[in-house]
């Protein structure tokens, strides 16, 4: 399927935890993200299948199948019911699926030189509470200063997570590094905890604070990142909270965001 569809690739098929599945549909675009799932579904269909006895279709059947499908649900998506029944609409040539070229742009933004970038995530499940924080810091070529994970007690919601990842990763920061720092948070409310007082008065009120005494010490800049932007930020706070388990690594990468640390950098233009 990969030959007409763009799916994950060999790197992000990685067993990062419990929900590694989960992991990587996050890191794939919308797009890929719907192949991906088509994909398994008709896997687990063939795997039924063969446990009840039916022969296995060839890989072109299967294939012919997929696109087949996709296309049909293209066109619920472009045409009504009525339109579709009554055939008022292109033929089915021109509602083949394209495959979109690869985002770009979408890489992990270095710092400037002379600066460290702090990528935060936090992550909560709202059946069991769990709730954990990701955070990693990276200096202009990309090398890793310190990253770590750490599960969250007590929290309420998702916002409170990212509240507490940029908390305790600007603290880590100022531990590990003298540089100034940008902080990476693709969360545009709790980032601006740094800079305003809408949440001053809330229920974090207690983490604002804490936030704010560390922009005491050193020169932190908040910056937005797209989600995809912030793959391994993500990626330490989903390990911390689906394996209940907290660290922090020097200098170098643990081995849940190892092989996605180079390739989540944008590459240095010459000038």
Same mark, same amino acid.
């Given at each position: 399927?990969?030959?007409?569809?763009?799916?994950?690739?060999?790197?992000?098929?990685?067993?990062?935890?419990?929900?590694?599945?989960?992991? &990587?549909?996050?890191?794939?675009?919308?797009?890929? #993200?719907?192949?991906? +799932?088509?994909?398994?579904?008709?896997?687990?269909?063939?795997?039924?299948?063969?446990?009840?006895?039916?022969?296995?279709?060839?890989?072109?059947?299967?294939? !012919?199948?997929?696109?087949?499908?996709?296309?049909?649900?293209?066109?619920? /998506?472009?045409?009504?019911?009525?339109?579709?029944?009554?055939?008022?609409?292109?033929? &089915?040539?021109?509602?083949?699926?394209?495959?979109?070229?690869?985002?770009?742009?979408l890489h992990w933004p270095r710092p400037p030189l002379g600066w460290a970038a702090l990528s935060v995530d936090g992550a909560f499940m709202q059946? !069991?509470?769990? %709730?954990?924080?990701?955070?990693?810091?990276?200096?202009?070529?990309?090398?890793?200063?310190?990253?770590?994970? #750490?599960?969250?007690?007590?929290?309420?919601? %998702?916002?409170?997570?990212?509240?507490?990842?940029?908390?305790?990763?600007? =603290?880590?920061?100022?531990?590990?590094?003298?540089?100034?720092?940008?902080?990476?948070?693709?969360?545009?409310?709790?980032? /601006? =905890?740094?800079?305003?007082?809408?949440?001053?008065?809330? %229920?974090?009120?207690?983490?604002?604070?804490?936030?704010?005494?560390?922009?005491?010490?050193?020169?932190?800049?908040?910056?937005?990142?797209?989600?995809?932007?912030?793959?391994?930020?993500?990626?330490?706070?989903?390990?911390? #909270?689906?394996?209940?388990?907290?660290? &922090?690594?020097?200098?170098?990468?643990?081995?849940?965001?190892? *092989?996605?640390?180079?390739?989540?950098?944008?590459? +240095?233009?010459? *000038?």
């Amino acid at each position: 399927m990969i030959i007409v569809w763009r799916l994950p690739s060999q790197e992000l098929l990685q067993d990062s935890g419990k929900e590694w599945l989960l992991n &990587v549909l996050a890191n794939c675009d919308d797009h890929m #993200r719907d192949c991906t +799932i088509m994909l398994i579904w008709r896997i687990w269909s063939l795997r039924s299948d063969l446990t009840h006895g039916k022969d296995d279709p060839p890989v072109t059947a299967t294939s !012919d199948f997929l696109q087949s499908y996709m296309n049909s649900l293209n066109l619920c /998506g472009r045409f009504s019911t009525d339109d579709i029944l009554k055939g008022k609409m292109p033929v &089915v040539r021109d509602a083949i699926v394209e495959v979109p070229a690869p985002p770009m742009g979408l890489h992990w933004p270095r710092p400037p030189l002379g600066w460290a970038a702090l990528s935060v995530d936090g992550a909560f499940m709202q059946e !069991d509470g769990s %709730a954990a924080a990701g955070m990693i810091l990276r200096d202009h070529e990309g090398s890793v200063i310190f990253a770590a994970y #750490r599960c969250i007690f007590n929290c309420n919601d %998702a916002l409170e997570a990212e509240l507490h990842a940029i908390m305790q990763g600007m =603290a880590l920061a100022l531990q590990h590094s003298a540089l100034p720092i940008v902080v990476q948070s693709d969360s545009s409310t709790a980032l /601006g =905890a740094m800079t305003g007082d809408s949440l001053s008065r809330s %229920a974090y009120g207690h983490l604002v604070l804490e936030i704010k005494r560390h922009l005491q010490d050193r020169e932190f800049v908040p910056s937005k990142l797209k989600r995809e932007q912030n793959r391994v930020a993500h990626r330490l706070a989903l390990y911390s #909270r689906t394996e209940s388990t907290t660290a &922090v690594w020097l200098g170098r990468s643990p081995p849940c965001i190892e *092989e996605l640390v180079p390739l989540d950098c944008n590459p +240095i233009i010459m *000038e």
